[in-house]
Antibody, heavy 117, light 110 residues
Framework: EVQLLESGGGLVQPGGSLRLSCAAS????????MSWVRQVPGKGLEWVSG????????KYADSVKGRFTISRDNSKNTLYLQMNSLRAEDTAVYYC??????????WGQGTLVTVSS | QTVVTQEPSFSVSPGETVTLTCGLS?????????PSWYQQTPGQAPRTLIY???TRSSGVPDRFSGSILGNKAALTITGAQADDESDYYC??????????FGTGTKVTVL
């Protein structure tokens, strides 16, 4: 059974940093592109970032480019999102998702990030 | 900036058919955008319904179907049921590893 478990969310002040993790199990992690998707409470979904199976290729939404860094450790079956220079508008539930093709397959349950003073 | 548009809301009676659409602010949606569809209920993670235009994800009932209608992607629910009441999002692949979510449609079954 595929499982994706996010962690690392919480309350952080504007300008601060946070690192999210997503522990994966039940599939060959290193074979799949992985993504982060976020959702402002009560609003729609927004693709944030993606990383290839090897980690050699990364992509970012314009809204986070230069502030967020996606990475992965295939030996630990874990995906990361390093978030720096956080803003109030980054407040959201962050989901990790497996990406078997041009779509999102399995999803984690999400972790809430709140940026507030 | 690419905007992917969906109807804000639909109301449907149980047993009726409803078609949701997913369009581009400029241009047409094609199979090369690999449209996919997701269902989300409040407080839950999204669930994948349809990918690559019309392939149902594992375990998804066959009352859900995907297609291209004119210049948009479409999700049709044939014979809506009460537990289909959810938010529905489309995703379009724009190339170069970039995907864009639609604005979402809230479906009410009453």
């Amino acid at each position: 059974e595929v499982q994706l478990l996010e962690s690392g969310g919480g309350l952080v002040q504007p300008g601060g940093s946070l690192r999210l993790s997503c522990a994966a199990s039940g599939f060959t992690f290193s074979s799949y592109t992985m993504s982060w998707v976020r959702q402002v409470p009560g609003k729609g979904l927004e693709w944030v970032s993606g990383i290839s199976g090897s980690g050699g290729s990364t992509k970012y939404a314009d809204s986070v480019k230069g502030r967020f860094t996606i990475s992965r450790d295939n030996s630990k079956n874990t995906l990361y999102l390093q978030m720096n220079s956080l803003r109030a508008e980054d407040t959201a539930v962050y989901y990790c998702a497996e990406r078997p093709g041009y779509y999102f397959g399995y999803w984690g349950q999400g972790t809430l990030v709140t940026v507030s003073s | 900036q690419t905007v992917v548009t969906q109807e804000p809301s639909f109301s449907v009676s149980p047993g009726e058919t409803v078609t949701l659409t997913c369009g581009l602010s400029s241009g047409s949606v094609s199979t090369s955008n690999y449209p996919s569809w997701y269902q989300q209920t409040p407080g839950q993670a999204p669930r994948t319904l349809i990918y690559t235009t019309n392939t149902r994800s594992s375990g998804v009932p066959d009352r859900f179907s995907g297609s291209i209608l004119g210049n948009k992607a479409a999700l049709t629910i044939t014979g809506a049921q009460a537990d289909d009441e959810s938010d529905y999002y489309c995703v379009l692949y724009m190339g170069s590893g970039i995907s864009v979510f639609g604005t979402g449609t809230k479906v009410t079954v009453l």
